[in-house]
Nanobody, 121 residues
C-alpha cells in the first residue's frame, strides 16, 4: 500500500541547516500536491510549505526566505531544505502527498509518520 517515509531530521544548532526528504512508495498512479507540515506538543499541525506537481510553491510566513521545498517527480520524492534554523522551528515534521492510487479512484491525502527536528539555542 502507499507509504510515505520521512528522513533527515535531527539535532542542529541555531543558524544551521538540515534537509528533509520524503519518499512515497507503493501502488501509486499519480501524485499531485506534496507538502511539509510541523507540529509541537499542545499545538495543531501547521503548514510549512507546499509544492504542486508543476512546481508552484507556497510557504508559511515564518519560514519564507529560509526554507525551500522541491520535488523529484521521477523519484516520488519531496525535499525541504531548512536554512538559518531557529529554536522555534523545533517540531515533528510531517510529509503529506495528494495521491491517486488508480485513475478511477479519487485523490486523497497520505501522511508520513514524521521526523523530529530539534534546534538548540
Amino acid at each position: 500500500q502507499v507509504q510515505l517515509v520521512e528522513s533527515g531530521g535531527g539535532l542542529v544548532q541555531a543558524g544551521g541547516s538540515l534537509r528533509l526528504s520524503c519518499v512515497a512508495s507503493g501502488s501509486i498512479f499519480s501524485i499531485n500536491d506534496m507538502g511539509w507540515y510541523r507540529q509541537t506538543p499542545g499545538k495543531q499541525r501547521e503548514l510549512v510549505a507546499t509544492i504542486t506537481r508543476g512546481g508552484s510553491t507556497n510557504y508559511a510566513d515564518s519560514v519564507k526566505g529560509r526554507f525551500t521545498i522541491s520535488r523529484d517527480n521521477a523519484k516520488n520524492t519531496v525535499y525541504l531544505q531548512m536554512n538559518s534554523l531557529k529554536p522555534e522551528d523545533t517540531a515533528v515534521y510531517y510529509c503529506k502527498s495528494d495521491i491517486r492510487v488508480v485513475v478511477t479512484r479519487p485523490w486523497r491525502d497520505y501522511w508520513g509518520q514524521g521526523t523530529q527536528v530539534t534546534v538548540s539555542s
